[in-house]
């Protein structure tokens, strides 16, 4: 099992239960799996995954999405954006994918996630749970997504009004090898729901 912070409870036990994930999979009709958005502010992260959570609903698959703005609203609502933090923040997600995944649900995860070490991190937690994880460049140039600004935030982040800004005075650090690479500033929205929906099929996840 991936330790990624010192685990403080001793004497815990895991505990199995008697219906398996196969089991949630029949009931469902489709297996679980995390696609994790990452990319830039503004990128079309949650623009994409609302519009993927929409087409799949259609086909009658359950997901459920889970977005950075959303999570710091609830349980991370104790986190900000200093590395340290984005760390944590990505660990937590990462695990509460996990668990939807294992539930069964196509789980779609929209978070900068700037660093490439946090990502992989959840990807080995996928790994060693043996669930699927498809890790979903969301590529675009800052100079397109600070055009589109969606939220103001990196005028205010060149007003100096927010300190540590993804992609203005803060790293992103792109992925070297995503299972998916959705060029934002290049193909429609039409495109990239398309190109996502026939990557599941081609690997078994959804028919
Ligand atoms: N300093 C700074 N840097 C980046 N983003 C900032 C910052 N401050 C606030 N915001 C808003 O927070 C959203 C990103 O949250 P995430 O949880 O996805 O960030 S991270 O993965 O922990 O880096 C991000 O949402 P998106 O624009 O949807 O990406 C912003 O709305
Ligand atoms: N091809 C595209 N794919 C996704 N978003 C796009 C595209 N073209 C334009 N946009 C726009 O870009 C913005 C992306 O914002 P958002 O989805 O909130 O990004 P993020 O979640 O990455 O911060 C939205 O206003 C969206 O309408």
């Keep these: 099992m991936t330790e990624t912070v010192e685990r403080k409870a001793t004497n815990i036990h895991w505990h199995e239960g008697d219906v398996t ?22 990128s079309g992260k949650s623009t994409v995954a609302v519009a993927l959570e929409k087409a799949l609903a259609a086909r009658g698959i359950l997901s459920y999405r889970l ?8 349980i991370n609502s104790n986190l900000g954006f200093s590395a340290e933090d984005r760390t944590e923040n990505i660990r937590r997600v990462g695990e509460i994918s996990k668990l939807f ?4 649900v196509v789980v779609l995860s929209s978070f900068i996630s700037p660093y490439r070490e946090d990502r992989e991190i959840v990807r080995r937690m996928h790994d060693e749970g043996e669930l699927p994880y498809l890790e979903v460049f969301v590529d675009c140039s800052l100079e397109a997504a600070e055009s589109r600004d969606p939220k103001g935030l990196y005028k205010k982040a060149r007003a100096g009004e927010i300190r540590g800004f993804t992609g203005i005075d803060d790293p992103y650090e792109a992925p070297t090898a995503p299972e998916l690479h959705l060029h934002t500033d290049q193909m429609t929205l039409e495109e990239e729901v398309e190109m996502i929906l026939s990557n599941l099929q081609q690997r078994g996840i959804i028919s």
Excluded: Y
Aim: proline share 0%; charged share 30%.
């Design 67 to 74: 977005d950075g703005d959303n999570i710091r609203h609830g």
């Design 101 to 104: 995944a294992d539930s069964g």
């Design 21 to 42: 994930r196969e089991d949630r999979a029949r009931m469902l009709g489709h297996k679980g799996v995390t696609l994790w958005f990452t990319g830039l502010s503004g």
